[in-house]
T-cell receptor, first 114, second 114 residues
């Protein structure tokens, strides 16, 4: 079965640079989520989109922005990168149905800021 | 502020034993409680989930027990196997608002000794 696809899988950037992560949700899923997971930490919710509109916002820094495009893929843009932004970034997707809303995670994108 | 508290932080169990992980929450609006399993370098994968209208749900060797009045829920892994060694996260969300972003517990690193 198709899963959530994230790219790139690994990314190394220098401080103050910009990074863009891409996410391709499971086909027919209508909601995309972004999470950040620091080493040894639990995933922290950043932002979500439902049908290409921002649906909820969590602890996303102002330096970060995200959007969902007409083909439902999403991009997380991170500017003025800081060392503390080094983390595993997960995209997840879900589909609202009568049985609930199971959220499926991608494999993650490792961002290292040096 | 951690919306979902999880314990223990780490757990070592002999093969064939029972692994028990506990979670507690404060927000009574939460109405969906999933458990995720995460292997190193991988995305969290949904293991089992429960809604507050039932007190227990069992799927294979995995059982969720839910105590609505105490605002607690737990994961029991019966006949634990070395392949179960992973980090387990409980989570909670509010399906009724449509946002459904997950609030994760801090995770439990389970090691099953052969």
């Amino acid at each position: 079965a198709a899963g959530v696809i994230q790219s790139p899988r690994h990314l190394i950037k220098e401080k103050r640079e910009t990074a863009t992560l891409k996410c391709y949700p499971i086909p027919r899923h209508d909601t995309v989520y972004w999470y950040q997971q620091g080493p040894g930490q639990d995933p922290q919710f950043l932002i979500s989109f439902y049908e290409k509109m921002q649906s909820d916002k969590g602890s996303i820094p102002d330096r970060f922005s995200a959007q969902q495009f007409s083909d439902y893929h999403s991009e997380l843009n991170m500017s003025s990168l800081e060392l503390g932004d080094s983390a595993l970034y997960f995209c997840a997707s879900s589909f609202w149905g009568l049985s609930g809303n199971t959220i499926y995670f991608g494999e993650g994108s490792w961002l290292t800021v040096v | 502020q951690q919306q979902v508290k999880q314990s223990p932080q780490s757990l070592i169990v002999q093969k064939g034993g029972i692994s028990i992980i506990n979670c507690a929450y404060e927000n009574t609006a939460f109405d969906y409680f999933p458990w995720y399993q995460q292997f190193p370098g991988k995305g969290p994968a949904l293991l089992i989930a429960i809604r507050p209208d039932v007190s227990e749900k069992k799927e294979g060797r995995f059982t969720i027990s839910f105590n609505k009045s105490a605002k607690q829920f737990s994961l029991h892994i019966m006949d634990s196997q070395p392949g179960d060694s992973a980090t387990y996260f409980c989570a909670a969300s509010i399906l009724s608002t449509g946002a459904n972003n997950l609030f994760f517990g801090t995770g439990t690193r389970l090691t099953v000794i052969p």
